[in-house]
């Protein structure tokens, strides 16, 4: 049984940067591709970023493109999302999840999640 555990979240004015640690118990963390998903209140849980189990294949949603980056260290079994210029729209709550298939954007297709982190950009 897998568990993961988000850190990192917080405040932060429009343009700044955060980043998201997701640190992965319990399972061997090289079997799973990792995804960040993020979601407001009312909405459905939106697709952010996946990587594969090796880290060499990433991808993103269009509104995060070229600002986000999903990377891992299965040293540490720990997956990250750097996130650059951050807007007031990126303010959410954002997890991170275990999946065994690779690059699905469908939250349906992650088995394991963390407990989310709060992003709150001020504009």
């Known amino acids: 049984q897998v568990e993961l555990v988000e850190s990192g979240g917080g405040l932060a004015q429009a343009g700044g940067s955060l980043r998201l640690s997701c640190a992965a118990s319990g399972g061997t963390f090289g079997n799973y591709a990792m995804g960040w998903f993020r979601q407001v209140p009312g909405k459905d849980r939106e697709f952010v970023a996946a990587i594969d189990w090796s880290g060499g294949t990433t991808y993103s949603s269009d509104s995060v493109k070229g600002r986000f980056t999903i990377s891992r260290d299965n040293a540490k079994n720990t997956v990250y999302l750097q996130m650059n210029s951050l807007k007031p729209e990126d303010t959410a709550v954002y997890y991170c999840?275990?999946?065994?298939?690779?690059?699905?954007?469908?939250?349906?297709?992650?088995?394991?999640w963390g407990q989310g982190t709060q992003v709150t950009v001020s504009s």
């Open positions: 999840a275990g999946s065994i298939y690779t690059g699905n954007t469908n939250p349906w297709a992650y088995g394991y």
